[in-house]
Antibody, heavy 116, light 109 residues
């Protein structure tokens, strides 16, 4: 099982970012993908999940209206788009394969830096 | 401020035991399973405990956990230098939103 994320991104405040997470080594549609972020020196923050089988999503209240999680079953890739970026969105963003909150496999993380 | 409350730090000498608490309420820990994650510096988190007290394969039995009411705890026995890490509890709330505790940094003295 592998989850390989896209590379680091630098954005200006107000912009959007799209982070990808490419899955391999298992049946893509059999497991949810969660997104968790970690600001510098801070703890983990759950953002939401997407069900690759059907595309259903569940977002944390904090990110409702700003986050969109999508998937492409043909390439076994999940995407997390975050809009209206602010400086406090600077963080490492992780994708993780989950059954419930059993997040057994994680991507390597993607640093998103927001700065003018 | 995390809804799941953990002490910011804990420490012990090699061979000792350390216990980390995680306090929630009836809407999260009180009605859902607790999970624990270990994060070594500069790495992605790793699942340590699932469904309150179960260890995934490969996790040493030095790590144990329990849940009672609206609180949970993680115990590390026979503390080793490689256990120095950040530990997070996690649970769903009753609206099926995920919650992490604020994290506890364990230092091996």
């Amino acid at each position: 099982v592998q989850l390989v994320q896209s590379g680091a991104e630098l954005r200006k405040p107000g912009a959007s970012v799209n982070v990808s997470c490419k899955a391999s080594g298992y049946t893509f549609t059999a497991y949810f993908i969660h997104w968790v972020r970690q600001a510098p020196g801070q703890g983990l923050e759950w953002m939401g999940w997407i069900n690759p089988h059907g595309g259903g999503t569940n977002y944390a209240q904090k990110f409702q209206g700003r986050v969109t999680m999508t998937r492409d079953t043909s390439t076994k890739t999940v995407y997390m788009a975050l809009s209206s970026l602010r400086s406090d969105d600077t963080a490492v963003y992780y994708c993780a394969r989950g059954v419930g909150f059993y997040l057994g496999f994680w991507g390597q993380g993607t640093l998103v830096a927001v700065s003018s | 401020q995390s809804v799941l409350t953990q002490p910011p730090s804990a420490s012990g000498t090699p061979g000792q035991s350390v216990t980390i608490s995680c306090s929630g309420n009836s809407s999260n820990i009180g009605s859902n399973d607790v999970y624990w994650y270990q994060q070594l510096p500069g790495t992605a988190p790793k699942l340590l405990i699932y469904k309150n007290d179960k260890r995934p394969s490969g996790v040493p039995d030095r790590f144990s956990a329990s849940k009672s009411g609206t609180s949970a705890s993680l115990a590390i026995s026979g503390l080793r230098s490689e256990d120095e890490a950040e530990y997070y509890c996690a649970a769903w709330d009753d609206r099926l939103k995920g919650l992490f505790g604020g994290g506890t940094k364990v230092t091996v003295l």
